[in-house]
């Protein structure tokens, strides 16, 4: 007798069940994590204006349209309704197709700067992440995402962006 019983067969199922429960809640989370981190490659559009900016006048474009930029309302994707410059903050609004736990909320990328040095390269720092040290963060952090759904180089405790310039 090499069977299985049916007993046997559904404490099996009993077992899956449980391990299935227990790693049930953390994956809507993920995906609505996985939806910000695809959706702020879009704010790459606007970054290599900013930081060309910041190289050659030693100041931050106030607006879309002092970066060269079409209006925020235009540059959008699957999961983000805008791309608004302000002050050289980059504001990245989520919306279109995005979760509705982010729908209308907002990621922050601010340059961050060595004032005096604009030879240096600005390193971007994600929502509510600290500048990398002797660097200022200029432009004002807009972040409202809540904090279990922010990449870790956008927390504050973690380490600030320096992805693209």
């Known amino acids: 007798m090499y069977g299985f019983s049916l007993l046997e067969l559904m404490i ?3 077992i899956i069940a449980i391990l299935s429960l ?3 809640p953390g994956v809507p989370d993920k995906f609505v994590r996985d939806q910000i981190v695809e959706a702020v490659k879009l704010a790459d559009v606007a970054k290599a204006p900013v930081a060309l900016a910041w190289a050659m006048t030693a100041t931050l474009p ?3 349209a002092a ?4 209006a925020a309302n235009l540059i ?3 999961y983000i309704s805008s791309v608004a410059i302000e002050s050289g903050a980059i504001q990245v609004t989520f919306g279109n197709h995005a979760n509705a736990n982010i ?9 961050g700067v060595v004032d005096g040095a604009p030879i240096v390269p600005v390193a971007w720092v994600c929502g509510n992440a600290e500048p990398p ?5 200029k432009g004002l952090n807009k972040t409202n995402l809540a904090l279990k759904y922010l990449p870790i180089n956008c927390r504050s405790s973690g380490a600030a962006s320096t ?3």
């Open 12 to 14: 099996v199922i009993a």
């Open 22 to 24: 227990i790693a049930l």
């Open 62 to 64: 106030v607006d879309n």
């Open 67 to 70: 970066a060269g930029l079409p």
């Open 76 to 78: 959008v994707n699957n």
């Open 103 to 111: 729908r209308g909320k907002v990621l922050t990328f601010r340059p």
């Open 133 to 137: 040290a002797n660097m200022t963060a």
């Open 163 to 165: 992805a693209g310039t």
